[in-house]
């Protein structure tokens, strides 16, 4: 068991014929994901990294019965590719983009009441992958074993650092979920914890936040209602001075909330252990 | 981009809010001319940062003369780190009343907020927490924007009823700014009423969001060279980097920001001092590795860099080959710890070895190594 990808997921990329798109199409197929097709207007009917393409959403579902997307476009052209998803049926679609601007991704969300089924991740995310087994998105498959931790983070990067500390200790995954560093996202810590905590294959559970927003804060608040996932917690950016741009727009601190102190308080009220290092969350986790 | 007051305030008058009569000047001797010509003034140094009042950055000139002085004093100043260009100088309003206007990004909602209050002028943070409920909300729809009766009742619910129709026509115009400028802070506090019933922007806070910059590339042209600030992080923007300066001597180049951060704090955690926060990050190509590098070298401060790449979507064997072109192209001498791992690791790995440079194997390792190094005191 895994949370939001299985192997019955049937994913398309939209974005296929791009430089990122066909690298981690590849990726993805070599991780054993089922990729039923991609998109590319004007592309229609080739094939491109031994999946056929389609000019559009519709067309490839049709064809396909896909039910995820892996969104692999430039930031001026994501936010349509996130609501053509949405408005075709995928129930889960993944926006790997970097770069989309804010009032951009405020409209989609808006768009995004009007079709419940559809769950965004992202964007500006590394994506998900339950490991052995499926893939949206850039998490190398290297840096992951199968197993029932679940780990849902905020950065990329540190989802990797984390993922291969898990991994070299011999702890596997039950699925790890990049939510991604924008201000204005998709899926949240909260929406992925209570999934963890409905996921009968998951028993452990690793939060990695980051200094900006109270998302974590009301992570941690669920999380203090009563768990049964071991759970322990990173915060990067303590040393950030307060108020300086630390590059995502989302780090960025507004009052009380947002600072790695808060986030780490709230932690440390719902009994969830902190981890001060990266390298710490392992011996943490096994103790907890 | 974090707009100048002035500059704000020439986009609201483009918008249709009135301003009060202003001219900027670069020197003191313009600040005389403006004063001769507007009357008595106010001389605001400009800066992107709050606070400038109490640093001593604005002062009420009378006569050309005291204007004169006042810019003499206030332009070259140092205000949270920003060095004042120039100064903006600008007839002081009859004031009757001062309320309070701003748009923002409400990310815990995933909207935009307009938040208004007939209490503007004073600390609106401290008005925000002392009596929440005297700043009326509205989460505009994001696609067709506030509509009318959407705005009376705002007007209404904030005590402002007997000025409906002029505020309700001033925040029509500010919100412009959200879909034409891509703001993600659009503030009038104060929004002045003046004794002879005007409505006027009193001071005006505008910042545009980075991610939409190529929507907005004549406001970068004409503001964004004004805008003085850390010389490094200047020329990083430059070279399109996102950089921030920082008080220590251990350059830190990291993809991801939160792998940056977390750099930083092992860094700390390991007895150094970061001097800056430089995020090169996904997909970083070997051009943007060696200008992260060169901005960091033009800091005399700095002692050694420590290189964190952790990839997906950046790939090992590019990061690899940036570093050492860059290493070898700006003849670095300093000590260079890399720690490198994730896509296309070994290729990365093997070209660094190739070079000289040993590669770090964990964060926490290569951050100890680092500091020892950067610390030794014997030259190297």
């Known amino acids: ?288 | 981009m974090k707009l100048l007051e002035y500059q704000a305030k020439e986009v609201l008058a483009s918008l249709g809010i009135a301003i009060p009569p202003g001219r900027v000047a670069h020197t003191p001797d313009e600040a005389a001319a403006a004063c001769a010509e507007l009357g008595p003034v106010a001389i605001k140094a400009q800066v992107p940062v709050g606070g400038r009042g109490k640093a001593g950055g604005i002062k009420l000139a009378k006569t050309p003369h005291e204007a004169r002085a006042a810019a003499q004093q206030i332009i070259g100043m140092d205000i949270k780190g920003f060095k004042v260009p120039l100064v903006y100088c600008e007839t002081a309003l009859e004031i009757e009343r001062e309320i309070y206007l701003g748009f923002t990004v409400d990310r815990d909602a995933r909207a935009n907020i307009l938040m208004l209050s007939s209490q503007g002028g004073m600390e609106i943070e401290q008005v925000a927490e002392e009596s929440p409920k005297s700043i009326a909300r509205l989460y505009p729809n994001p696609w067709r924007g506030p509509l009318d009766f959407e705005l009376n009742q705002l007007v209404y619910e904030a005590g402002l009823g007997e000025l409906a129709r002029p505020i309700s026509s001033v925040i029509k115009k500010l919100y412009r700014a959200i879909p034409e400028l891509d703001a993600v802070t659009a503030e009038i506090n104060p929004l002045v009423i003046t004794k002879q019933g005007e409505v006027v922007a009193g001071d005006a806070k505008l910042e545009i969001d980075e991610n939409a910059a190529w929507r907005h590339k004549e406001l970068e042209q004409r503001y964004g060279a004004v805008i003085e600030g850390d010389p490094y992080e200047v020329e990083a923007k430059k070279r399109g980097l996102t950089y921030v300066s920082l008080d220590g001597d251990i350059g830190i180049i990291g993809n991801g920001a939160g792998l940056c951060m977390s750099t930083l704090d092992l860094v700390q955690r390991a007895g150094g001092e970061a001097a800056n926060f430089c995020d090169i990050g996904g997909g970083a190509k070997a051009e943007t590795v060696e200008n992260a590098l060169f901005v960091i070298l033009m800091n005399p401060r700095v002692k050694g860099v420590l290189i964190n790449v952790f990839g997906g979507i950046t790939r090992g064997d590019e990061v690899a080959k940036g570093i050492v072109t860059a290493r070898d192209r700006l003849q670095m001498k300093l000590p260079l710890v890399v720690r490198l791992s994730g896509t296309r690791e070994e290729e990365g790995r093997a070209i660094l070895r190739q070079a000289g440079i040993e590669p770090g194997v964990s964060a926490w390792e290569a951050a100890q190594k680092i500091v020892e190094l950067t610390r030794a005191p014997a030259a190297r």
């Open chain 1, 1 to 288: 068991m895994s949370i939001l990808i299985d192997a019955g997921t049937r994913v398309i990329v939209q974005g296929i014929t791009g430089r990122e798109g066909t690298f981690h199409t590849e990726q993805m197929r070599e991780t054993g994901t089922n990729v039923v097709g991609g998109t590319s207007p004007g592309k229609g009917g080739t094939t491109h990294v031994g999946v056929p393409v389609f000019n559009t959403v519709a067309e490839a579902v049709r064809a396909t019965d896909a039910n995820a997307s892996g969104i692999f476009v430039p930031p001026p052209f994501a936010p349509d590719a996130i609501m053509e998803a949405a408005a075709n049926g995928i129930p889960l679609i993944v926006c790997i983009t970097e770069g989309i601007p804010i009032q951009d991704m405020i409209r989609v969300k808006d768009f995004l009441r009007g079709y419940p089924k559809a769950r965004l991740l992202g964007a500006n995310c590394p994506g998900l992958i339950t490991p052995g087994v499926a893939k949206i998105g850039i998490i190398p498959q290297r840096i992951t074993s199968p197993g029932h931790v679940g780990l849902v983070s905020r950065s990329g990067t540190l989802t990797y650092e984390v993922g291969s500390a898990l991994t070299a200790a011999g702890m596997g995954q039950s699925t790890i979920v990049g939510i991604g560093g924008d201000p204005v996202l998709g899926l949240t810590f909260r929406d992925v914890v209570e999934m963890f905590e409905h996921d009968p294959e998951t028993t452990h559970l690793v939060v990695i936040g980051e200094i900006g927003g109270s998302d974590e804060e009301r992570a941690a608040e669920m999380l203090a209602k009563g768990s049964r996932l071991k759970t322990v917690a990173f915060i990067s950016g303590r040393t950030a001075p307060e108020g300086k741009r630390m590059g995502h727009a989302g780090a960025i601190i507004s009052g009380n909330r947002g600072t790695a102190k808060s986030k780490e308080e709230a932690f440390k009220a719902a009994g969830v252990a902190v981890a001060e290092t990266t390298d710490d969350i392992v011996g943490l986790l096994r103790s907890a």
